[in-house]
């Protein structure tokens, strides 16, 4: 008599994600090579493919230890494909590089708007009617990398062939992968960061913020010293210490480095 067996496996997603966070985290330079070859593995099992960057302030390749460029060498693009991407100029245009930069959530864009996985097309303020010219691409989905120190990294997702939807795809995207994405991508910042260039010290008291978040303004230190009731000595005693603490050289580095470690925003003060 035939016996019907049925076994019944647990399905650990959270085992599933900690395991490949693991298998594209980068702990030193000589691990960027075998995590970018497990990243580029797990989106093509999507059904995509991916270029990325760490900063979109410099558009630099990212590379592994031995100087080889990670979007040609291991994600496959050629330098024609990458040129709207990299090629400064044009990259700022690039509707997909612009939302990056606005959006914190992946989204999906292509010639009809931006979309994330819950809200409509036009939440995003770029135009995108030219999206295939500026891009190359029929579609793409965007995975913004928002790091410390106001750094912004970017992944872009696309089909095989440029031409084919991919709007079922990104309604589907498995959670895991942008996780993976962003941890790759920290990873990377983490182990090539030139520290030499951040801010040292990280404590500034509630007045110098206020200083600073009007300093940010446009404001004058006479016109801050009225603004906040104080003295215009006292206005430029707590710029000066602002300065010090962030190890700025002038005001407007002070600005900057304050935005950096997130005590001003766009709505300041």
């Known amino acids: 008599m035939a016996t019907n067996v049925l076994e019944l496996h647990r399905f650990d997603r959270p085992a599933d994600l900690r395991s490949l966070i693991e298998q ?3 702990r ?12 580029a593995r797990e989106v093509h099992r ?22 080889h460029a990670l979007n040609t060498a291991v994600f496959g693009w050629d330098d024609e494909a990458l040129a709207p991407w990299q090629c400064r100029e044009r990259a700022l245009h690039n509707p997909a590089l612009r939302a990056c930069r606005m959006e914190s959530e992946p989204f999906l864009i292509d010639a009809s708007g931006v979309r994330t996985a819950w809200a409509d097309a036009g ?13 190359g691409l029929g579609a793409a989905i965007a995975v913004p990398v928002h790091l410390a120190f106001g750094q912004i990294g970017a992944a872009i997702l696309s ?19 942008p996780a993976a994405i962003r941890r790759f991508v920290g990873s990377y910042v983490a182990v090539t960061r030139d520290a030499r260039y951040l801010p040292q010290q990280s404590q500034l008291s509630p007045r110098e913020i ?4 009007w300093v940010a303004q446009g404001k004058t230190d006479f016109e801050i ?28 580095q002070s600005v900057f480095r304050a935005s950096q470690l997130g005590y001003i925003g766009p709505g300041a003060p």
């Open 225 to 252: 010293s009225i603004i906040l009731g104080c003295s215009h000595a006292g206005v430029r005693y707590h710029i000066t210490r602002a300065c010090e603490r962030l190890g700025a050289v002038n005001r407007a």
């Open 28 to 39: 030193d330079r000589s691990a960027i090579l075998p995590a970018a070859l497990n990243l």
């Open 159 to 177: 089909a095989e062939d440029p031409a084919t939807d991919i709007e079922d795809t990104f309604a589907h995207l498995p959670e895991q992968l």
């Open 210 to 213: 206020e200083c600073l978040s």
């Open 123 to 135: 939440f995003c303020p770029v135009p995108t009617s030219d999206f295939a010219a500026r891009t």
């Open 46 to 67: 999507a059904g995509l493919r991916i270029m990325v960057w760490d900063d979109l302030a410099r558009l630099a390749p990212m590379e592994d230890a031995g100087g």
């Open 24 to 26: 594209v985290t980068i």
